[in-house]
């Protein structure tokens, strides 16, 4: 949603990207609505300080067209990047989801939801760590703020909504974790799991289908088929995720991270967690 541009900031002599939304030729309601979304955008990233999330400096309204400034991240879209390079392998997946989890961490205990997690709006750092970065924020809800949609729109990327967004039931943190699973599909295979030939094919899928994992899955099998369960309640939370994202990251290899619900709830947590789950590292083939 929008154009962004690469800026210096005169004033502080720094590197900038800067978001361009344009407002005219709209009908008045959804002039309004769009701007208001912008500037929620920027409200909603503005309450988030995490190295995995992008950074919003500014907000510069000029009547008909409104400008985001935001930090600028020297990397390509984890789009692009498998676009161009190929499928990631699964430790770097697994790296890059890992990295995510903590952002979600921060995001959700700011009561926002991001609501449109896909590859397109993760950015990847070309130097360093190679570190993941969370942006584009421009349909995030924010507790205790009423939705805005314009007419007749159902906004997302079908490929990466959850199926409680398509159906229009209540949606949580669980949401984000399903974009997520979906996003890391994509990382892994190309495409998300539910991609179809039409939209309608696509939310079909979504609704009903089971998930078409990535053949290259390996480790991240059980983690995946998890976070794309239909019923939120049923995906694991963020803690358990981190664990288990955390031992394929930085372990040895190894086979899947088995995962299975766990046979104590005393470890729930509600509010937080989505679900109760506990994760093994299945013994090496002797």
């Not at 729109?153 to 159906?167: C, F, Q, T």
């Amino acid at each position: 949603m929008g154009r962004v541009w690469r800026a210096t900031d005169e004033m502080l002599d720094r590197q900038v990207a800067v978001k361009e939304m344009r407002i005219d030729g709209l009908d008045p309601e959804d002039s309004r609505t769009r701007r208001e979304r912008t500037l929620r955008e920027a409200r909603a990233t503005a309450r988030i300080d995490h190295p995995h999330v992008v950074r919003v400096y500014d907000v510069v309204d000029a009547g008909e067209r409104l400008w985001i400034v935001m930090e600028l991240v020297d990397g390509r879209s984890l789009e692009r990047r498998v676009a161009e390079d190929g499928p990631l392998g699964v430790r770097d997946t697994a790296r890059i989801g890992l990295e995510l989890v903590d952002a979600l961490g921060q995001v959700h205990a700011q009561g926002v939801l991001h609501r449109d997690i896909k590859p397109a709006n993760v950015l990847v750092k070309r130097t360093g760590s190679r570190q993941a970065v969370l942006t584009d924020f421009g349909i995030a809800a924010i507790q205790n703020t009423e939705a805005l949609t314009m007419a007749g729109m159902l906004v997302g990327s079908p490929d990466y909504m959850a199926p409680e967004r398509v159906s229009g039931r209540p949606q949580g943190p669980p949401s984000d974790l399903w974009s997520l699973g979906a996003t890391l599909c994509a990382a892994l295979g190309g495409r998300s799991p539910f991609s179809r030939s039409t939209t309608l094919a696509t939310l079909h899928a979504v609704l009903y289908e089971e998930p078409e994992l990535p053949a290259a899955a390996g480790a991240l099998h059980d983690i995946l088929d998890a976070l794309l369960k239909k019923q939120p309640e049923s995906r694991p939370g963020l803690h358990e995720l981190t664990d288990a994202l955390r031992a394929i990251a930085t372990g040895p290899a190894a086979g899947p991270v088995a995962m299975a619900r766990s046979a104590s709830v005393s470890s729930c947590r509600p509010g937080r967690d989505s679900g109760c789950w506990s994760f093994s590292q299945p013994p090496s083939p002797r």
